[in-house]
């Protein structure tokens, strides 16, 4: 018996002008996997994802996280959602005037979840989680790329969210340095239970973290089911990207 969903997108529409990105899209996300999202470039992907938490709003159809329809709440309603379903922005979008250390604690200080004596050390946790310990008082510039990706991710897990989004995590990075990021996202997922979603189009990456794949194409979801049912299936749209990628 599957897990029950943790993130529901019922009929998702959106558009940019004249561009409509998502026609009518569903997708659940269940409770503690890892769903991978394929799809071409300006497929929507990073689209899809920045609903899952209203980073972005549809125009029509309605997002829920546990139960809760995203779309009625006021942004200050919104603060405790993303606490809980935290992302993981393509760059990092660390900030370059802090310390690492001062770059984690950051969200611990706007939310004011935790006294601030308390914040040091779950700080040093976080970073520590993500094999960075020591690193506190270190700047992004002097981190390589694979380092400030994880550096971004400790400061996601900082607020212990149930999800964690990730918009192309391996996107720049060396091999050696993207297996360790999917190691990562595996291990987050075994050890904490936290609930994972996987915008890439690197397969590699997609067949090792992803316990169920979505291909998303024209807007839609044509295709949900786990790496071996993908690599099967008969879909005219995710064989031809499956074989060109």
């Known amino acids: 018996m599957s897990a029950p969903p943790y993130i529901r997108c019922e009929r998702l529409e959106k558009s940019f002008g004249t561009k409509a990105v998502l026609r009518g899209l569903s997708l659940d996300v269940r409770v503690g996997e890892s769903l ?16 899952m938490n209203a980073l972005l709003r549809p125009d029509a159809g309605e997002v829920l996280v ?116 999917n190691h990562l996202i595996r291990d987050l ?12 189009h690197d397969l590699a990456s997609a067949f090792f973290v992803a316990d169920r794949i979505a291909f998303l194409h024209e807007g839609r979801i044509r295709f949900t089911g786990t790496p071996d049912e993908a690599r099967a299936s008969a879909d005219p749209f995710l064989r031809e990207f499956l074989t060109a990628a």
């Open 66 to 181: 546990d139960d809760v329809a995203l779309g009625p709440l006021a942004e200050d309603d919104l603060v405790r959602v993303r606490r809980d379903v935290a992302m993981l922005f393509q760059q990092g979008a660390l900030f370059d005037s802090l310390t690492i250390g001062e770059n984690v604690a950051y969200p611990l200080r706007e939310h004011k979840t935790v006294l601030p004596d308390e914040i040091p050390a779950r700080v040093h946790a976080a970073l520590e989680t993500v094999d960075l310990a020591g690193t506190e008082r270190q700047m992004p510039a002097e981190l390589s790329g694979g380092m400030r990706k994880r550096a971004a991710l400790a400061r996601a897990l900082v607020l212990e969210p149930r999800a964690l989004l990730y918009d192309e995590p391996t996107t720049g990075l060396d091999p050696v340095v993207a297996a360790k990021i």
């Open 36 to 51: 991978v999202v394929l799809g071409g470039s300006g497929s929507g992907k990073s689209v899809l994802l920045k609903h």
């Open 189 to 200: 997922q075994r050890r904490l239970g936290v609930t994972s979603v996987v915008v890439t």
